[in-house]
Every structure is written in C-alpha cells, then in structure tokens.
C-alpha cells in the first residue's frame, strides 16, 4: 500500500513555505496542502520531517502531526475499501480535512471554525498567535454586532467596508485596524490553499491593509554615548542590558537574532559579527564597532546572557531614564477615524527595536551608502528602507549644511 509523502511547496524559499502531502492511490494521486509551514533550512528533504534542532523547538511538535496525518491517510484509505467504497481524492481529502479540523467546516460559521483550528494547530510564534486570537475575537464581535454571517463566501469588499467602519467605531488607531485585515487575508489565503473556497475578493486591490506612518523615535550618537558612559557597576541587572541594547545598536540586529550571537559569531580576527537572520535566513556580516569590542573584552569575548524581550524593554525604560532622556515627543495617531497627538516622555518610548531604527538612522546620517545599510537591515527596496529612517528637521539641515549645493 502506498506511503504518503510529505514534501514543500517552495524547496529553495528562504522564507516559510507549505508543506504538502501526496498520496498516490489506483492510479490516482491526492495533492493536500497540511497548512503547516516551515523553513526549508529546518527540512529534512529525505526524512520528509522537521529537523531536530534548537533553533526550531517546534520540530517534534509538527513531526507529531505528519506521522498522525501519514497515518490517518492510510486508514482513510482502508476504510474506504472496508466499506467497499471506490477511494476518490476528494472523499479522502475530507477525511484529512477531519483529522486536521475536525468537522468544524460543515458547519454554517466554518471561516470562524477554520480559525479557531488554524490557531490550535498552528506552530507560529506566540506573539504571531495573540494576534490571530485578536482577530478572530473582533471577527466574531463584528458578527454580533452586525447581525451577519461571517464565513467564506462573505468576505467581499462590502464587508470590507463594514468591518473596517466597525473597527474605526471601537477607536482602534489605523495600524491596528491594518494588522487585522492583514490576518483576515492571511486566514484566506490558508483556506484557498486548502481547496475550502474559490471566492478571492480579498485579492482585491480596494480589500487593502491599512496602514498609517507612525512617528517612532531613533537614538542619536550623543544618546548612545551618554547610555554607554551610565557606571551600572553596583547594578549587574541593567549593566548587561545595557551592553545587549548598545551591541543592537550598532549591529541592527532584531532581538531574536541577537539571542543566537556566541563567540563563534565573531569572525576575521574579531573584526566582524556574522549571522543568519531568523527572519529572512539570510547571512548577514556587519563590522564590528569600537563599542562592541570593549563590551566584548568585559565578557571575555561572549556577548552578555540574553534576557526575555518583555523584561529587557522594560530595564531598558530604567536606563533611558538614568540617562535622562527626558526631552517629550509628541506623536500623531490616526484613532477611531481622528487624528490625535499623544505627548511622551523619550525614555517611555525606548525599547529593543529602538536599536535596530537607531543603527539604520546613524548609519545613513554618517552618509553609509544606503544598499550598504540595507545588506544589514534586509530592506529590499529603498522606498520601504526610508520609511525605516527617522531624522529630524534639525538632523536634516545639519546633514544639508556642508554640501556642495549650499556652499
């Protein structure tokens, strides 16, 4: 009797990609799309399952799952000739579809089942899951409240309109109401793959992601100076945060690729920092800064032990108060349909991902070329790397001062 086979729908993808599974049966062959995904990278192609490694904990997890599925098949397709019944792809795709999703899509609300199972099965990143979960929270909320179905085939440009109207009445800013379209088209997509609707008016050009530039703060040289010099010796605490937060900025590592830095990162005689970027898995080889290598010698050529993101955005609030960055930035949100200005205080707004803005922001200040900059911040076009940058007026004409046009 014939094995299922478990293969990727993009092998040579650097991002994540479907995991198919095939089943040849009588001359027939069932092509099943699992919903699963994975980096090619952490694929065994001969095993046909998820390496085991530290760097994808959820190998076993998903392992567990294709061999309930490879086993599943099977006894899908023994049960139908038990029952003297002539096995068809269809009728052993729906028996897959149980397995996965139990019977939740003969139900009336199946998109909202879909979900719910989506969500439950899904070996995405918590903080990817909480917005699923908020999504279909608001999803289900916006069935109560409109008194509409929400499933499927009525997910059209009119219920665009709608939901996105609802979304404004809640008083959600723009970004927020663009996060969850976002989600909506992704739970799409997922059910197209899956052969559960054909209706792709969420390809719509019109059925778009919202999205509102929001002012975000970079740190400026003499702001990364000032925390460098902070005497954190009687506190061991915000001392190793401190040296994660300058090693970021001057790095632009994200923090979960920051997390995976060791000694054997540390290349051509401790000039360079090489990494794979979890995001893109991309290597990326950045020059290391005089910063750096002193924070390097403190810890004897190991970078400080990584903390939670949660705990090091919250020390790291602490530090930018040490260092009194108390000047206030006032910042325009567009919320519940109306643009409003909130007033914060700079060392409020300090977090992990301010390193990251801050790196590219100096870089491009200190006339980096910028296809050089974005070799490290893995921008792939100079529009999206712009919108990244954050320079003031005041920075702007100080960069304008001494060229040639103006002298």
Known sequence: MANAKFVLKEPKSKEETLIFLFYRFNGNKLKYSTGQKIKPRFWNPLKQRAKISQEFPQASKLNDLLENLSRSIADAYKDQINRKKAPTAHNLKDEMNKVLFKEEYAHKSGLLKFIEELIAHSNRKPNTLKQW??????????????????????????????????????????????????????????????????????????????????????????????????????????????????????????????????RENIINGGKQIRVRTEKTGEIVIIPIHKYIKEILVKYNGNLPQVISNQKMNQYLKEIAEQAELDNTIKIGITRGGKLEHDVFKKSALVSTHTARRSFATNAFLNDVPTIAIMKITGHKTESSFMKYIRISQEDNANKLEDHPFFN
Not at 214 to 229: A, E, F, G
């Open 133 to 262: 979960r908020q999504t279909l929270r608001k999803l289900v909320e916006f069935k109560r409240y409109s008194k509409t179905e929400v499933d499927y085939d009525t997910i059209t440009l009119d219920f665009y309109n709608k939901f996105v109207q609802f979304l404004t009445g809640e008083g959600y800013t723009k970004n927020t109401i663009g996060c969850f379209i976002k989600n909506l088209k992704i739970f799409m997509n997922e059910a197209v793959e899956r052969q559960l609707t054909t209706n792709l008016e969420y390809r719509n050009k019109k059925f778009k992601v919202i999205e509102e530039q929001v002012d975000k703060i970079y740190l400026s040289q003499n702001d990364l100076k000032t925390i460098y010099d902070l005497d954190f010796s009687n506190n061991p605490r915000l001392d190793k945060v401190r040296d994660l937060f300058i090693i970021a900025c001057y790095t632009g590592l994200r923090f979960s690729d920051l997390v995976q830095v060791n």
